[in-house]
């Protein structure tokens, strides 16, 4: 090591303002920095991360002073990148940069305790010293980009995600697990805070972006495994069996009505309010418009299924399905085997934005809410009660007449003359916080109950002005542009609120509910006879979330929802590079929220994968050849087959596929020769932390 | 850094993750969480990257208890390091018990990313134990 080389280090310590120097003394930790070995010089500032912070570290560079630079502050995981960039404009290589972190795992942590956290923290800057005097220069690497990407879920976010890659010039493979697009929000009747009607302004997009050149849409499907790295993903994606010919299906739906009644099962789109047959589209306005078959549900019509023979009538014709006998195209054919598996696509890509959204809670576990009740019904259920593409063509009638009013309708569609005999609700109670900030269930606000509370009450009283409409709140969340507005306007409606948690409901012989309550405005108990009690059940993260996550590599936080790298500063980052996260996927919000997030997502992933390659950290392990013995068992133990044995010279040598290596030190641990390096977790570098921590002292390895 | 204090406190190493229980260790603060100071956390990539080493010669350093803190198993960020890290564990914790070191100093736990209390709480408990057993007795 020449006089040059030799460390020469630079500490400077940070106070975060009151942060740091709240509970550390700033000035101590400097004075013991000063003497541990190597430190050339040690200073401290108010934001070492602020710009005239930042000009403290480089004017040490530019000078000569320093070639290692140690920053106490924060943490690497925010403040790693802008200290590193800080050295390398400085002209020093960003990998003699170390950190110890003494502001969220120490001054923040140990606040009362000043003397103690004081010692901690000097003990933390003796290990990043350590570390830093056996820091070695690395040169970054640079990966070609995939520039095609993945967005998962077809909801009004993954819509508007893809989108805008799209139109950027972007190839997006739109994956969706449903046959059709749209998501929860196609359910939805009216959208706060303007009453804009859903459909109207979601179906557009539906169809734009299904047509979009730059879109290939794969409904129907779900991932199956996750594999590569940032700019090289390669996903499997599992395209279920639809039991239709989607070349031939023009979604006439002649299909649908023929399907017999002991094929009915409840209907995924009406939130169970009806039924659909076994052969289906998931909703008139769905896009693709295709039916599928849903194999469980179907009874196998004429004992025949998929490349089975027909049975013969008496006469020797084939029997067929009702659905294959009436389709025009040909697409209900049984006559080919399907696989019940479906089929595997590979697709590659470079970036994944994950927007798979939510689902709502189910009322069945609120059993002090009479949950067998027909009447008692979740919001999204109110949603479709009241839809124009409802159950009843949005025909307000307590639910459990239902299948009066379906009947109903047969009769009409038949011809015949028929009196609907359905009852019409006079009273409706809301109670809100159903799941959600209950820490039975979930502790979290699910943010839009409040809101959506207040237009279901506002659309059914403006349009049934003699209704009665109680809402129970523990409080009224109207956080947002519009819409305390909104509230007001509701109170002025005559909406009448109950501030107060509704206790119980009982379900009635005659199919009304009795609701109790504690009005604590009133201060007293109240009870009220309902036609039908709506529930404002907890957004809640779907069901496969995690399993999504774990092949994705992606975390979730303790309540389920995906996490972000960092909530302020990266609401739609991962902690995997190159996948993003937008939408319900990420927590409860509402339409212009998830909007935002997806655009944000995608203009994330552009700005990834538009120069079409991008730097790496070296922060990867590399096989000194001298020292391998070849015995293999670093070739084992790599999670991505990075590490093969060749020949060199006649022996066996390990060798890593740098682009392939992902730098978790795996094989530097098992090595028996320490032939593996993981560079910038080297042993060495490793050992002198935890030497220096343990002996509190720097100690020399 | 007093070396020899009157009052013997534990020296705690916990070797963590950095996707998981470096960010665990992250939010406690963030969070405010308080646990004991004795606790110094040693960023590694992955709890596969821990090396047996690593924790031997905290222990023949002086620090009274080692803690190698992973993500929860089949939440690896590199798919299964953390089982390697479980493999590694139960062999370290035999030769330990060999050297006459009581198992019971080195730890290994799955804390993931957004269990900052988990983190607080386990630390805290970890130093109650290490405080039952004493200094480290290699520390003669």
């Known amino acids: ?701 | 850094m007093s070396e020899v204090s009157e009052e013997w406190e534990p020296n705690i190493v916990v070797i963590a993750c950095n996707w998981c229980t470096y960010q665990a260790a992250d939010l406690a603060g963030s969070l405010r969480y308080s646990y004991p100071p004795t606790v110094k956390v040693v960023r590694v990539p992955c709890s596969g990257r821990v090396e047996p080493e690593f924790v031997l010669e905290a222990l023949f350093n002086g620090a009274d208890g080692v803690l190698i803190g992973g993500c929860h198993l089949g939440d690896c960020h590199y798919k299964n390091g953390n089982y390697k890290a479980l493999k590694r564990y139960e062999w370290l914790k035999e030769i330990i018990s060999e050297l006459g070191i009581e198992p019971e100093r080195v730890r290994l736990e799955w804390i993931s990313g957004s269990e900052g209390l988990k983190f607080a709480e386990v630390m805290k408990e970890f130093d109650a134990t290490i405080r039952k057993l004493g200094p480290n007795p290699l520390k003669g």
């Open chain 1, 1 to 701: 090591m020449t006089a040059e080389d030799k460390p020469r280090i630079g500490v400077y310590i940070c106070h975060c303002g009151e942060n740091i120097a709240g509970a550390v003394d700033v000035e101590e930790v400097r004075k013991f920095a000063e003497k541990l070995p190597d430190v050339v010089v040690a200073r401290d500032y108010l934001f070492m991360c602020s710009d005239p912070g930042q000009e403290i570290i480089k004017e040490d560079i530019r000078k000569g002073l320093v070639n290692r630079v140690v920053v106490a502050a924060c943490t690497p995981r925010t403040h790693e990148p802008i200290f590193r960039k800080a050295c390398e404009d400085a002209g020093l290589n960003k990998y003699y940069f170390e950190m110890a972190n003494i502001r969220d795992q120490c001054s923040w942590a140990h606040w009362h305790e000043k003397e103690k956290a004081t010692e901690k923290a000097k003990l933390l800057v003796a290990a990043a010293v350590a570390k830093a005097r056996l820091l070695e220069p690395l040169e970054d690497r640079y990966v070609e980009l995939n520039k095609d990407v993945m967005v998962l879920g077809g909801g009004i976010a993954g819509i508007f995600a893809a989108l805008d890659l799209a139109n950027a010039g972007f190839k997006v493979y739109l994956v969706e697990k449903s046959p059709s697009i749209g998501g929860n929000m196609a359910k939805l009747d009216k959208t706060f805070p303007t009453n804009d009607c859903s459909a109207c302004i979601l179906t557009p997009l539906m169809v734009e972006v299904a047509n979009h050149p730059n879109v290939e849409l794969i409904t129907y499907a779900e991932v199956e495994s996750v594999d590569g790295t940032v700019g090289n993903f390669k996903v499997k994606v599992r395209k279920k069996q639809t039991y239709v010919d989607w070349d031939k299906c023009t979604g006439c739906g002649a299909c649908l009505n023929v399907c017999p009644p002991k094929a009915r099962v409840p209907d995924e789109y009406n939130e169970g309010l009806s039924t659909r047959g076994a052969i289906y589209i998931a909703f008139p306005q769905a896009v693709p418009k295709k039916a599928v078959i849903d194999p469980d549900a179907c009874i196998r019509c004429g004992g025949r299924w998929f490349g089975e023979e027909p049975r013969k009538t008496k006469d020797g014709k084939p029997i067929l399905a009702p659905c294959e006998k009436v389709c025009p195209t040909g697409a209900c054919s049984r006559d080919e085997p399907r696989d019940p598996n479906g089929e595997l696509i590979e697709l590659n890509v470079g970036s994944i934005i994950v927007a798979t959204g939510y689902r709502v809670m189910d009322k069945k576990h609120f059993k002090e809410y009479a949950p067998d009740s027909p009447n008692v019904i979740t919001a999204l259920q109110m949603e479709r009660l009241i839809s124009a593409t409802g159950p009843t063509e949005g025909k307000l009638i307590v639910p459990s007449d239902i299948p009066k009013y379906l009947e109903w309708k047969k009769k009409i569609e038949k011809g015949k003359e028929a009196e609907l005999e359905a009852r019409k609700p006079h009273v409706i109670t809301f109670v809100s916080c159903v799941g959600s900030r209950d820490e039975r269930y979930h502790t979290y606000c699910s943010k839009v109950c409040c809101m959506y509370m207040l237009k279901q009450a506002m659309l059914l009283k403006e349009k049934y002005p003699d209704l009665e409409i109680y809402i129970s709140f523990i409080d009224v969340r109207t956080p947002g542009k519009d819409f305390d507005e909104y509230y007001m306007r509701c109170r002025k409606l005559g909406i009448k609120i109950i501030k107060g948690k509704i206790g119980g409901v009982q379900r009635l012989p005659d199919e009304r509910l009795l609701v109790k309550g504690y009005d604590a405005e009133l201060g007293r108990p109240v009870e009220l006879i309902s036609d039908i009690v709506v529930l404002a059940t907890a957004m809640e993260p779907n069901m496969d979330l995690k399993e999504l996550a774990r092949k994705l590599g992606i975390s979730v936080g303790a309540e389920g929802f995906l996490k972000e790298r960092h909530t302020k500063l990266y609401p739609v980052d991962t902690m995997t590079e190159g996948i993003f996260i937008c939408g319900c996927a990420q927590g409860p919000k509402d339409i212009p929220d998830s909007v935002a997030q997806a655009k944000a997502a995608a203009a994330s992933a552009m700005s990834l994968l538009a120069p079409g390659k991008m730097k790496v950290e070296p922060l990867i392990s590399e096989v000194d050849q001298e020292k391998c013995i070849g015995c293999g068992i670093c070739e084992n133990l790599c999670p991505y087959g990075a590490i093969t044995l060749v020949e060199v010279n006649g022996s066996r040598k390990s060798k890593i596929n740098e682009t392939l290596c992902k730098g978790c030190g795996v094989c530097a641990a098992a090595c028996p020769s320490k032939a593996i390096t993981l560079h910038g977790f080297t042993y060495e570098q490793v050992l002198a932390q935890i030497r220096t921590i343990a002996a509190k002292k720097v100690v020399e390895v």
